[in-house]
């Protein structure tokens, strides 16, 4: 069983940065890992993906030329820096992994999660 954990999270102004880490339990996860972030009274949405080897990735419209996601399979962490924060990217975000290669951008398609980190994005 993987068990993840993000950190990173925090309250910035609107067009700064944040840099959030999923770190996996000391194991290197073969598959895609990615990136959902949730808003309240919101369902839980695809922000990114990344493959194994960190060579393939994948964007919501929304994120994608803002944020970019990468892995550390050495210290079997995945990043998802974040630029340009606005406000509607205020949610708690969480890392999950997937089995299926291509990744899926459906929460149902992802088996383990952590327990998310909290963004939120002052105007």
């Known amino acids: 069983q993987v068990q993840l954990e993000e950190s990173g999270g925090g309250q910035v102004q609107a067009g700064d940065s944040l840099r959030l880490s999923c770190a996996a339990n000391?194991?290197?996860?073969?598959?895609?890992i990615g990136w959902f972030r949730q808003a309240p009274g919101k369902e839980r949405e695809f922000v990114a993906a990344?493959?194994?080897?960190?060579?393939?990735?994948y964007y919501s419209d929304s994120v994608k030329g803002r944020f970019t996601i990468s892995r550390d399979n050495d210290k079997s962490t995945v990043f998802l820096q974040m630029n340009s924060l606005k406000p509607e990217d205020t949610a708690v975000y969480y890392c999950?992994?997937?089995?299926?290669?291509?990744?899926?951008?459906?929460?149902?398609?992802?088996?383990?999660w952590g327990q998310g980190t909290q963004v939120t994005v002052a105007s």
């Open positions: 990344v493959s194994r080897d960190g060579g393939i990735t």
């Open positions: 999950a992994t997937s089995p299926y290669d291509p990744p899926r951008r459906y929460s149902g398609a992802y088996d383990y």
């Open positions: 000391g194991r290197t996860f073969s598959g895609y």
